[in-house]
């Protein structure tokens, strides 16, 4: 029998949420429902939720689909929170698993179930990439060889006897350990490592609540004052704005701003990305503090929006369709602005300018259409 232990009870106090973190929703869905179903679908027979008693009236109807799940009182550390739900639990074998990993997989636990029986314990790790360093005081110490260290995650197993034994010294003894494994090598032996995966992450501040990456698309078109006509002159005495930059042309844009195109469908396509709603919503043209409006400083306030939800630009690309004027030889400081306003490399940003062939409005110089696509991602916390 197989009794599995999720660890409900923190505040999530890093993710800074107004709930406990593993209550939150992620996609739709709260954090702790995700390894509810993963346990049940790897067929646990018993699932104990240590819980903080202020949680327990959302927690409970959350349980109804899971009907292996009960609710323990948790502790003020995650030691005495899993020493309570230990206590309770009746399996030859226990998983521990904490409610903030949501995404563990049906693999993950059936290597972890494989290696309890086989070796008596079983801990979910991944084997370090970066050199890990013992420090004191803000100076390394010692180096240990990157191939012994591990990255130690949940669901960790044990023989239930075993493990409570371990964490009744550790209760007695009064130590606070931050994971299970912890307990075990120090008060009974060395556990057992399998490998975990990188997808199996622990959701610890508020920008791992963010999807990963959020594509966006936006387009603006401008009409030109004067249309371009072949049989004319054409000398360009007017300029058009993009990007910021100003580009002699036969004519400028009709606009109540300064008909700066392309940042206007760069700006859709960030707001779009976001979830947000289009740039007419928050910079009406009725609105008279935007007439002539520098649309750089409107494309600022766009990014402090997106940010207020927690992402940031990963690249852009844009394509530019304009019969005249041509762009080419602005292109560079074109990027290099936009790279500026989004906090970018100049890799990042990809602007692309070509006519229509002669066809259509933009063909026959009636305007510019501008096409821009953003990636977002979540703000990093370094
Ligand atoms: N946990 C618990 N009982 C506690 C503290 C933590 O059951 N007294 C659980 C958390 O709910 C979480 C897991 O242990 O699922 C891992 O802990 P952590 O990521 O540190 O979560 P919190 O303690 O909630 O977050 P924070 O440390 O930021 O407050
Ligand atoms: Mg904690």
Do not use: W
């Not at 698309?217 to 300029?239: C, L, V």
């Amino acid at each position: 029998m197989i009794s599995v232990i999720l660890c409900a009870a923190g505040k999530g106090e890093r993710a800074g949420f107004a709930e406990n973190k593993v209550l939150r929703a992620y996609n739709g869905l709260p954090v702790l429902c995700y390894s509810l179903s993963a346990f049940t679908q790897a067929g646990a027979d018993e699932i104990l939720i240590a819980c903080r008693k202020e949680d327990e009236e959302t927690v409970l109807p959350l349980l109804s689909p899971y009907p292996a799940a009960r609710i323990v009182r948790g502790g003020d550390t995650r030691t005495q929170s899993v020493y309570n739900a230990l206590k309770k639990a009746s399996g030859e074998i226990v998983l521990i698993h904490d409610a903030a990993r949501p995404f563990v997989t049906q693999k993950i636990i059936r290597d972890c179930i494989a290696s309890v029986t086989a070796y008596g314990s079983g801990v979910c790790a991944l084997p370090a990439t970066d050199t890990a360093a013992l420090t004191k005081k803000g100076y390394i110490v010692s180096v240990p060889a990157r191939k012994s260290v591990y990255a130690v995650q949940t669901p960790q197993g044990f023989l239930r006897d075993r493990l409570l034994c371990a964490y009744e010294q550790a209760i007695k003894e009064d130590k606070t350990f931050t994971d299970d494994s912890g307990v075990f090598a120090a008060y009974d032996s060395p556990p057992r490592v399998f490998t975990g995966s990188a997808q199996n992450r622990k959701l610890t501040f508020a920008e791992d609540f963010c999807p990963a990456e959020r594509v966006g698309f936006g387009i603006d078109t401008h009409a030109f004052a004067q249309p371009y006509s072949p049989r004319s002159k054409n000398e360009k005495t007017e300029t058009v704005t993009l990007a910021g930059i100003q580009i002699p042309s036969h004519s400028a844009l009709i606009a109540h701003s300064d008909g700066d195109v392309l940042v206007h469908a760069l700006m859709d396509a960030l707001l779009s990305a976001a979830g947000l709603r289009d740039i007419g919503c928050y910079f009406p043209d009725t609105d008279e503090t935007f007439a002539k409006a520098d649309s750089m400083k409107l494309l600022n306030e766009v990014m402090r929006l997106v940010a207020e939800r927690g992402l940031q630009p990963q690249n852009v690309s844009i394509s530019v369709l304009a019969e005249t004027p041509r762009f080419s030889p602005y292109i560079e400081r074109m990027r290099q602005n936009l790279a500026n306003a989004l906090d970018l490399p100049l890799s990042s940003i990809g602007i692309a300018a070509g006519t229509n062939e002669k066809l259509g409005y933009v063909g026959e110089g009636k305007g510019i259409t501008v096409y821009a696509a953003v990636l977002l991602k979540g703000i990093s916390h370094d």
